[in-house]
């Protein structure tokens, strides 16, 4: 009857222990992910905005020196990520590939004219600096038209302040739902010990002597949850890098570390300051108010 009971017992700890794993662990992947989302905003931003280019038409009259040096000079510029000198020649390639017909052939020459392909650096991308290079560049009596997607530039800058407002909103907000869920689990899991906080204090136990094996036990329980969190994490980032290689979610380790340490952290400090209230709640409990 002892064996079975304590059998019983044995089978209801390890199954509070697995239910707070658990949910320590699913909540702190959720504000995990969110997090490599907040950090990596910025970059996500950054690797949109390089994308869209500058093309510098130039006039059919222009000399290879002047070309060479627009060129040169591009390159060197503190704005520019890439400056690629496109011939009309392999723009009609190019053409003749996209539209799969042969319009040299029809028209009889070649209409296109001899570019340079400007991509800017994230920090450039923006309608005021843009309009200032395109003037810059407009001016030079060699170039025939300088043309972008400026309704693009306008929709990517307001949309990624946009988009980054809302991401802190909706993080302070996971915080505080993670608080909550952490310290709601925490708080049934102790409940179930009640009776053995209130005759531990009976007997003349000390409130310190009492939460702290329940602190430790928590603590432990929170940093394996935050440990299985961040082997979903890697896994989930793993698997993003693979389908999205050019983000480079896996090439900062600084960004990992942060990420890692905060799950870590958070699994650590909510578990312990949740099981210190929770004990105090029931430490304080009048004994006929346990049932």
């Known amino acids: ?146 043309a972008y997607d400026q309704p693009l530039v306008n929709l990517l800058s307001d949309n990624i302040k946009k988009i980054s407002f809302w991401i802190l909103v909706i993080s302070g907000v996971m915080t505080f739902i993670a608080v909550l869920l952490i310290n709601t689990s925490i708080r049934l899991a102790l409940y179930s010990n009640r009776f053995i906080i209130k005759t531990m204090q009976m007997v003349g136990a000390t409130k310190s002597f009492i939460r702290k094996p329940f602190m430790t036990t928590n603590i432990k329980l929170g940093v394996l949850g935050a440990l299985v969190a961040l082997i979903g994490i890697g896994s989930l980032m793993a698997y993003l890098d693979l389908v999205f290689p050019s983000l480079g979610l896996l090439n900062d380790p600084i960004t990992l570390g942060i990420v890692a340490l905060g799950v870590f952290s958070m699994g650590a400090i909510i578990t312990g300051i949740s099981t210190y209230f929770a004990a105090q709640r029931f430490l304080n409990l009048r004994t006929a108010a346990l049932y």
């Open 1 to 146: 009857m002892g064996q079975s009971f304590e059998r019983y017992q044995k089978r209801r700890l390890i199954s509070s222990y697995f239910s707070v794993v658990l949910s320590i662990s699913l909540v702190l992947f959720l504000l995990g992910i969110l997090g490599v989302l907040v950090i990596n905003t910025k970059k996500l931003g950054d690797h949109f905005k390089e994308q869209i280019k500058i093309t510098v038409f130039l006039k059919d009259n222009a000399k290879k020196v002047e070309i060479s040096q627009l060129q040169q000079s591009l390159a060197l510029a503190p704005y520019t990520k890439e400056a690629v000198f496109v011939s009309k020649e392999e723009a009609a390639e190019q053409l003749r590939e996209d539209i799969e017909e042969d319009f040299l052939g029809f028209l009889g020459y070649n209409p296109l004219k001899n570019a340079i392909d400007l991509s800017l650096l994230a920090a450039y991308v923006s309608p005021e600096e843009i309009a200032e290079i395109v003037a810059n560049l407009s001016a030079k009596s060699f170039v025939a038209e300088v």
